[in-house]
């Protein structure tokens, strides 16, 4: 074999490395499994994604940096809490077969990591930052209602980034990704006022 022709199986075997990386990548991309998501809370998870199909919403990107969604032990008090790239259900909180109360946290943690919803405080709200036991029912009664609301606020991440920078200039702060929802009632007042101090 010539130089030449050495160079050319060289450079052709190189280039073959190369565009198998990059396969690889690209198929790791489209079939990877992220979020994982409990079995548990799998039912909730497929009907919150069709109602993104049905709103036109590219709920791929926003779920891009959600790593798992898990039904698991947190404190006492909590339903849930969005953790930027991890969801938690509470199983000490909410039992399994609750399958009503297992959507509606699963859509506000949702409203949280994948939407960067804040709490909403104007009435009753998937977004309100305490999900009362007793008003649970109300929640239920008017859920079509109120997965109305919560869709009718999504904006496009793109859209969001840009508000955010103009919330930023304005030197207005909000606390994204907050996480209550219990009954303390000390603790619901100091967390509104903290949360109701910009709205968008
Ligand atoms: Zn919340």
């Given at each position: 074999m010539s130089k030449t022709q050495k160079k050319v199986v060289t450079s052709t075997l190189i280039i073959i490395s190369f565009a198998i990386i990059i396969l690889m990548g690209l198929c790791s991309t489209i079939f990877s499994s992220k979020p994982y998501v409990d079995p548990v809370l799998q039912p909730s998870f497929n009907e919150w994604k069709i109602e993104c199909v049905v709103r036109d919403i590219n709920y791929k990107r926003d779920l891009s940096r959600l790593d798992s969604i898990l039904y698991a032990p947190l404190e006492i008090g909590y339903w849930g809490r969005c953790y930027g790239d991890k969801i938690i259900i509470n199983s000490n909180s909410i039992d399994s077969t609750e399958e009503f109360l297992l959507k509606l946290v699963m859509y506000h943690e949702l409203g949280h990591c994948a939407f960067d919803y804040a709490h909403y405080?104007?009435?009753?709200?998937?977004?309100?930052?305490a999900l009362p036991q007793e008003k649970i029912v109300l929640y239920y009664h008017f859920w079509d209602i109120l997965r109305e609301q919560y869709f009718s606020r999504y904006l496009p991440k793109r859209e969001r980034k840009r508000l955010l920078k103009k919330l930023e200039k304005q030197n207005c702060f909000c606390i994204l990704g907050e996480d209550k929802l219990q009954d303390n009632e000390e603790q619901q007042t100091q967390h509104r006022s903290n949360t109701t101090k910009c709205s968008y």
């Amino acid at each position: 074999m010539s130089k030449t022709q050495k160079k050319v199986v060289t450079s052709t075997l190189i280039i073959i490395s190369f565009a198998i990386i990059i396969l690889m990548g690209l198929c790791s991309t489209i079939f990877s499994s992220k979020p994982y998501v409990d079995p548990v809370l799998q039912p909730s998870f497929n009907e919150w994604k069709i109602e993104c199909v049905v709103r036109d919403i590219n709920y791929k990107r926003d779920l891009s940096r959600l790593d798992s969604i898990l039904y698991a032990p947190l404190e006492i008090g909590y339903w849930g809490r969005c953790y930027g790239d991890k969801i938690i259900i509470n199983s000490n909180s909410i039992d399994s077969t609750e399958e009503f109360l297992l959507k509606l946290v699963m859509y506000h943690e949702l409203g949280h990591c994948a939407f960067d919803y804040a709490h909403y405080e104007f009435g009753e709200d998937i977004m309100n930052s305490a999900l009362p036991q007793e008003k649970i029912v109300l929640y239920y009664h008017f859920w079509d209602i109120l997965r109305e609301q919560y869709f009718s606020r999504y904006l496009p991440k793109r859209e969001r980034k840009r508000l955010l920078k103009k919330l930023e200039k304005q030197n207005c702060f909000c606390i994204l990704g907050e996480d209550k929802l219990q009954d303390n009632e000390e603790q619901q007042t100091q967390h509104r006022s903290n949360t109701t101090k910009c709205s968008y």
